[in-house]
Structures are given as C-alpha cells and as structure tokens.
C-alpha cells in the first residue's frame, strides 16, 4: 500500500487560504469517505483536524474544511494565522483493512 | 477525558526486539480500536496496526511478519512488538485510539485515531 501523496510545501501570507491535496487510488481516498487530516508541531504528536472528508472534531476551529473529489482529498485553512504553521497529514482507509497516511505537507506562514 | 501513556526501552540493537505499552486512562477500553503509528525521523507518519477489545488485529502488510499487537484488559494496556529490528525501524512510535459505537450488540467503529499518546522514541543502533 503506497502513501498518499501530499504536496511537500505549501505557504501564504495571515489571511489568505490555502489548500493542501491529498492524492490516492480507488482503493483509498476514492473508495471510501473516511479520510481524515491531522495537524502536527514538531515534537508533538499528530492532532486530528478533520474525518470522514469533512467532519471537524469538536473544538477545532471552523476556519479548517475537507472535502474530495474522485481519489484526491483536500484541506483548505481559511484565514491563515501563524499558529497553522505545522505539518498535516491526510490518512485513508483502505480496501486492505488497513490505514494509509499522506507523505505530509509543511504549511509556511510567511 | 482518555489519555494514553506509553513506555518502553528507547535503545536497541539490530536483531532485537522492539517492546513498547500503552496505557489507557480516565475511559473505556471497550469499544474501541487501539493501534500504533510510526514516524522514522524526518519523515512522514506510517501505520503499524491496530487491536480492538476482543484481540481482533489488522497489520500493516509490510511490516506483518514481524508485528504483534496484543492486549491486557485487566490492566487496560495494550502492547506492541516488533522482531528483529534494523535501523530503518528508528522512529518515534505513537500509540492511538480508534473510537466506535455499540448499537445494540454490535459495535461500530470510526476511521480516524482521535486520541493519541505522546511518542516513544525508539533507536536501534549496534
């Protein structure tokens, strides 16, 4: 099961939106509504953000959305603050059982 | 509110086993999926597998021939091993929580970890 394929960076400036995609095949993303994204600082450990394509856990903020279409997901962050400046991973349920993860993308606030 | 503590010996050789647990407080055991995740430094995160609260495991192919996920419900623990290691298996290891639902008799069970432990990190050096 190959990773699923994330942009290595992606930056913009405080308020602006940025989207990140999360690409993989009929037997992840494109086969199941279960992809999750997760948010990670460095030395800490991953934070969910979103599942299910678009669902936000309580208390994450609302500026955070997920959607897909066909085998690619997205996450867009609206409004960009510094505190977004981390890595996010999407994640994927499979036809095999089991999980796969994004290759991670570095968010850059400039 | 769950919270995951994990232990487990930080340094090892090449051929040894990797043994790390994963403690489960302040919730249910029951019902829910409990799995382990890896990330080698600098790199992205990589599934391992995943035990529910009846022993029923998935693993991940790639790494199935060496992986054990098991469970101590009495103590509300959950266990990983890992066979002859190499260094390409130097990561810091999370432990993670799969939640689910019980609708009557049957369970069922979300697909997103939503709690996670704080990291091991585990180096295989001769």
């Known amino acids: 099961q190959s990773a699923l394929t994330q942009p290595a960076s992606v930056s913009g400036s405080p308020g602006q939106s940025i989207t990140i995609s999360c690409t993989g095949t009929s037997s992840d993303v494109g086969g199941y509504n279960y992809v999750s994204w997760y948010q990670q600082y460095p030395g800490k450990a991953p934070k969910l953000m979103i599942y299910?394509?678009?669902y936000r856990p309580s208390g994450v903020s609302n500026r955070f959305s997920g959607s897909k279409s066909g085998n690619t997901a997205s996450l867009t962050i609206s409004g960009l603050q510094a505190e977004d400046e981390a890595d996010y991973y999407c994640?994927?349920?499979?036809?095999?059982?089991?999980?796969?993860f994004g290759t991670g993308t570095k968010v850059t606030v400039l | 509110q769950v919270q995951l503590q994990q232990w487990g010996a930080g340094l090892l050789k090449p051929s040894e086993t990797l043994s790390l647990t994963c403690g489960v407080y302040g919730g249910s055991f029951s019902g829910n999926y409990w799995g382990w995740i890896r990330q080698p430094p600098g790199k992205g995160l990589e599934w391992i597998g995943e035990i529910n609260h009846s022993g029923s495991t998935n693993y991940n192919p790639s790494l199935k021939s060496r992986v054990t996920i098991s469970l101590d419900t009495s103590k509300n623990q959950f266990s990983l091993n890992l066979s002859s290691v190499t260094a390409a298996d130097t990561a810091v290891y999370y432990c993670?929580?799969?939640?689910?639902?019980?609708?009557?008799?049957?369970?069922?069970?979300?697909?997103?970890?939503?709690?996670w432990g704080k990291g091991t990190t585990v180096t295989v050096s001769s």
């Open positions: 299910d394509v678009s």
């Open positions: 994640s994927s349920y499979t036809s095999s059982s089991i999980f796969v």
């Open positions: 993670a929580r799969r939640t689910g639902a019980q609708f009557r008799t049957t369970y069922y069970y979300y697909y997103y970890m939503d709690v």
